[in-house]
């Protein structure tokens, strides 16, 4: 499977952006997905997650309320709309990607170790 995230950019804070991950190659409705962030000098950290249907989300605390994790299983895409954009955001964000076996639950998953596909990452820049 392949997965390419695009939609980063630089933006104001205050601003907004929207990412987009395509996933090809598999059936993307059989994926449990997920962005994460990781910051210079800092470990990549979970951002928001999703279970395969969209119907069970994840937000890490300091972006409740402003990002939204979104898919559309017939596009074959996954989005993580950003708004509210604060200087603490800036990170180079990935989408990552689970595939559903007979040991998945239905939830969501927040462990980079729990994915085995990546995306190249994508640049969010936001200015104070």
């Known amino acids: 499977v392949q997965l390419q995230a695009s939609g980063g950019g630089l933006v104001q804070a205050g601003g907004y952006l929207r990412l987009s991950c395509e996933v090809s190659?598999?059936?993307?409705?059989?994926?449990?997905m997920g962005w994460f962030r990781q910051a210079p000098g800092k470990e990549r950290e979970i951002v928001a997650a999703?279970?395969?249907?969209?119907?069970?989300?994840y937000y890490e605390d300091s972006v409740k309320g402003r990002f939204t994790i979104s898919r559309d299983n017939a596009k074959n895409t996954l989005y993580l709309q950003m708004n509210s954009l604060k200087s603490q955001d800036t990170a180079v964000y990935y989408c990552?990607?689970?595939?559903?076996?007979?040991?998945?639950?239905?939830?969501?998953?927040?462990?980079?170790?729990?994915?085995?596909?990546w995306g190249q990452g994508t640049l969010v820049t936001v200015s104070s």
């Open positions: 990552a990607a689970k595939p559903k076996d007979i040991y998945s639950g239905s939830y969501y998953y927040t462990s980079s170790n729990d994915y085995p596909y």
């Open positions: 999703i279970n395969w249907s969209g119907g069970s989300t």
């Open positions: 190659g598999r059936t993307f409705s059989n994926y449990f």
